[in-house]
Nanobody, 123 residues
């Protein structure tokens, strides 16, 4: 059974940092595109960042320059380093994986999802 388990969320003040981790089990995702998405209350789930199997990265404009996605294929784990956090970054953050190596940003094109981790940024 494939599982993606996020960790690292929490409460932080504006301007602070958090590092999210997503550990995959049940299969390896070494050659798969991986992504992070988030969903704030009353809003649709939105793309945050994605990474290809050779390390190519893509970011939403709202997080570019503040967030960094990375992966450790040996550990089957993806990370999201979040710096200079803002109150508008408050959301549940989800890790997701595609069955393909092609990196895409549309939510509906991801096949595996974690349960999410809450990130709350206070002003």
């Amino acid at each position: 059974q494939v599982q993606l388990v996020e960790s690292g969320g929490g409460l932080v003040q504006a301007g602070g940092s958090l590092r999210l981790s997503c550990a995959a089990s049940g299969r390896t995702f070494t050659r798969n595109a991986m992504g992070w998405f988030r969903q704030a209350p009353g809003k649709e789930r939105e793309f945050v960042a994605a990474i290809g199997w050779i390390g190519s990265t893509y970011y939403a404009d709202s997080v570019k320059g503040r967030f960094t996605i990375s992966r450790d294929n040996a550990k089957n784990t993806v990370y999201l380093q979040m710096n200079s956090l803002k109150p508008e970054d408050t959301a549940v953050y989800y890790c997701a994986a595609r069955s393909s190596s092609v990196v895409l940003t549309a939510t509906r094109l991801y096949d595996y999802w974690g349960q999410g981790t809450q990130v709350t940024v206070s002003s």
